[in-house]
C-alpha cells in the first residue's frame, strides 16, 4: 500500500530566492499530500531537470545528479518571476523549448501584478499566474494540470498494451475459429451411437419377429388341430 501511495504522489519542484516564500509554498502543497522540492534559483532548477548541462564548461557534467532526481518525475513546477540572474519567464521558456520536460505544467508567481508581464508568461505556455502570496485554494486549482501528466505517464503505455492484447486475441480467434476437431468427435461419437442404436434396434427387430412369429406360428396349428 506505501509504494502504491508514493507512485500516486505528485512531485512538485519549487522555485523561489526567499526563504519564507519556499516554506510557505512546502507547507501549502504538503497539505496536498504532495512531494515538495525546493531550490533557491533558477540555475538549481535547470540542474535539477538536467537542463544545464550545455551552458557551462564544467570537468563534471552537473547532470548526473539531476538525472537521478529526475527519475523520480516532476509534475509541476512553481517560480518566482522576480529573482536575481535569470527570471521565471526565462525558466519558462528553457522548459517549454526542451522536449524532454515541455509537458511539465509551469506555474509563475510574482508579488507584482503587471498585466503585461502576465500575459506574456501565459502565451508562452505558463499554467497559471499567481499573486503572491499564494493560497490553499490556488493549490487546489493545479491539481486538474498535475493529473493530466500521471495520466500521460500511465495511460498511454496501457493503450499500446490493449492494442497488442486485441491483436493477439485477434490471432488467437482464429485458429480457434478453423480447427474446430470438437464437432468431429461429436459426429463420430453420434454415428458411433446411431450405430449400436441400429444395430440393438435390429436385435430387438429380431428378437420381436422371432418371439412373434413363435406364437402366430403355434396358435393357427393349436387351432387348426382342435378344428380337425
Same mark, same amino acid.
Given at each position: 500500500?506505501?509504494?502504491?501511495?508514493?507512485?500516486? #504522489?505528485?512531485?512538485? =519542484?519549487?522555485?523561489?530566492? +526567499?526563504?519564507?516564500? !519556499?516554506? =510557505?509554498?512546502?507547507?501549502?502543497?504538503?497539505? $496536498?499530500?504532495?512531494?515538495?522540492?525546493?531550490?533557491? $534559483?533558477?540555475?538549481?532548477?535547470?540542474?535539477?531537470?538536467? =537542463?544545464?548541462?550545455?551552458?557551462? @564548461?564544467?570537468?563534471?557534467?552537473?547532470?548526473?545528479?539531476? %538525472?537521478? %532526481?529526475?527519475?523520480?518525475?516532476?509534475?509541476?513546477?512553481?517560480?518566482?518571476?522576480?529573482?536575481? /540572474?535569470?527570471? /521565471?519567464?526565462?525558466?519558462?521558456?528553457?522548459?517549454?523549448?526542451?522536449?524532454?520536460?515541455?509537458?511539465?505544467?509551469? *506555474?509563475?508567481?510574482? +508579488?507584482? @501584478? *503587471?498585466?503585461? !508581464?502576465? @500575459?506574456?508568461?501565459?502565451?508562452?505556455?505558463?499554467?497559471?499566474?499567481? =499573486?503572491?502570496?499564494?493560497?490553499?485554494?490556488? *493549490?487546489?486549482?493545479?491539481?486538474? %494540470?498535475?493529473?493530466?501528466?500521471?495520466?500521460?505517464?500511465? %495511460?498511454?503505455?496501457?493503450?499500446?498494451?490493449?492494442?497488442?492484447?486485441?491483436?493477439?486475441?485477434?490471432?488467437?480467434?482464429?485458429?480457434?475459429?478453423?480447427? #474446430?476437431?470438437?464437432?468431429?468427435?461429436?459426429?463420430? +461419437?453420434?454415428?458411433?451411437?446411431?450405430?449400436? #442404436?441400429?444395430?440393438?434396434?435390429?436385435? @430387438?427387430?429380431?428378437?420381436?419377429?422371432?418371439?412373434?412369429? +413363435?406364437?402366430? !406360428?403355434?396358435?393357427? !396349428?393349436?387351432? /387348426?388341430?382342435?378344428? *380337425?
Amino acid at each position: 500500500m506505501g509504494m502504491a501511495a508514493a507512485e500516486q #504522489q505528485f512531485h512538485i =519542484l519549487a522555485v523561489d530566492d +526567499s526563504l519564507i516564500d !519556499r516554506k =510557505l509554498i512546502e507547507r501549502l502543497f504538503r497539505t $496536498s499530500a504532495c512531494q515538495v522540492t525546493t531550490v533557491d $534559483s533558477e540555475n538549481k532548477a535547470l540542474e535539477f531537470l538536467g =537542463l544545464q548541462e550545455h551552458e557551462h @564548461n564544467h570537468p563534471n557534467p552537473p547532470c548526473a545528479c539531476p %538525472h537521478n %532526481h529526475q527519475e523520480v518525475e516532476v509534475n509541476l513546477i512553481i517560480t518566482d518571476y522576480c529573482m536575481p /540572474g535569470m527570471t /521565471g519567464y526565462d525558466l519558462l521558456k528553457k522548459i517549454k523549448e526542451s522536449s524532454s520536460f515541455r509537458n511539465i505544467p509551469v *506555474v509563475i508567481m510574482s +508579488s507584482e @501584478n *503587471v498585466p503585461s !508581464r502576465i @500575459n506574456r508568461c501565459l502565451e508562452e505556455g505558463a499554467e497559471e499566474f499567481f =499573486l503572491k502570496p499564494v493560497r490553499l485554494s490556488d *493549490v487546489n486549482k493545479l491539481k486538474p %494540470h498535475m493529473m493530466k501528466t500521471k495520466c500521460k505517464s500511465f %495511460h498511454e503505455p496501457e493503450k499500446i498494451v490493449t492494442k497488442e492484447n486485441q491483436e493477439s486475441s485477434e490471432i488467437e480467434k482464429v485458429p480457434s475459429e478453423q480447427s #474446430q476437431p470438437q464437432p468431429k468427435i461429436e459426429l463420430d +461419437s453420434i454415428e458411433q451411437i446411431q450405430q449400436i #442404436q441400429q444395430s440393438q434396434g435390429n436385435n @430387438n427387430k429380431r428378437k420381436s419377429i422371432e418371439e412373434g412369429l +413363435s406364437p402366430e !406360428r403355434t396358435r393357427p !396349428r393349436y387351432s /387348426g388341430l382342435t378344428t *380337425v
